[in-house]
């Protein structure tokens, strides 16, 4: 089975799979895990339920505070109301940035090998 990167480089952006799990007993950002298609995505624990947006804004936020970004730099661009969701991280020129995804694909290798 191939296996499809966690992240991409666009020209808007860099864009960001990941498997949410609402109502845990805290925000966290997990390893990365691989969906039954072989695609690597990012997994991540949100406490807030899923009802009215609520969730997909603490995704939001908690990525932004992992990657060092402000939170209107994060869009969801496809699974609003999905576990499954991919975020666009914008304007991708921070450094930290840079090195935060290059850790999460290094994980994401030692996992795949």
């Not at 966290?28 to 804004?57: F, H, M, S, Y």
């Amino acid at each position: 089975m191939e296996h499809t990167t966690l992240f991409s480089k666009q020209p808007q952006g860099v864009l960001l799979s990941l498997k949410v799990c609402p109502k845990a007993s805290r925000d966290r950002i997990g390893g990365v895990i691989l969906d039954a298609q072989g695609k690597a995505l990012l997994k991540v624990w949100v406490c807030t339920a899923p009802e009215d947006g609520k969730a997909n804004q603490a995704v939001l936020q908690l990525l932004a505070k992992h990657f060092k970004l402000k939170k209107q730099q994060l869009s969801i661009v496809h699974g609003i109301t999905d576990h499954y969701k991919t975020i666009r991280i914008t304007p991708f020129n921070k450094q930290e940035t840079v090195e935060a995804l290059y850790a999460l694909l290094q994980a994401a290798q030692g996992m795949l090998m």
